[in-house]
């Protein structure tokens, strides 16, 4: 059975920071690709950041680009999202997912099979 487990959401004054861990278990961690999505109050669900198998490939969404960073400790079978430099509109419940395929790198949802509960993050003007 797949667990994903997020933590670190808050509340946060725009402009401050805040780091999102997810901790997987139940499937061999260092072989999938790892994503956070988003999603706010009536909107959808939305592709945040992506991460290889080994960490050496990222991907991000554009209104994320150069202000959140994804990485990965396989040792520890944790996926961390640190987000700086944030806006009231990164609001929203961020979940982690891991790719449904071995060594691919989706950036879709449907591409992703296991979803944690999420987490929220609220950023105040």
């Known amino acids: 059975q797949v667990q994903l487990v997020e933590s670190g959401g808050g509340l946060v004054q725009a402009g401050g920071s805040l780091r999102l861990s997810c901790a997987a278990s139940?499937?061999?961690?260092?072989?999938?690709?790892m994503g956070w999505f988003r999603q706010a109050p009536g909107k959808e669900r939305e592709f945040v950041a992506a991460?290889?198998?080994?960490?050496?490939?990222?991907y991000y969404a554009d209104s994320v680009k150069g202000r959140f960073t994804i990485s990965r400790d396989n040792a520890r079978n944790t996926v961390i999202l640190l987000m700086n430099s944030l806006k009231p509109e990164d609001t929203a419940v961020y979940y982690c997912a891991t790719d449904r395929s071995p060594y691919t790198i989706p950036t879709t949802i449907t591409e992703y099979d296991y979803w944690g509960q999420g987490t929220q993050v609220t950023v105040s003007s």
């Open positions: 139940g499937r061999t961690f260092s072989n999938y690709a």
């Open positions: 991460i290889s198998w080994s960490g050496g490939i990222t």
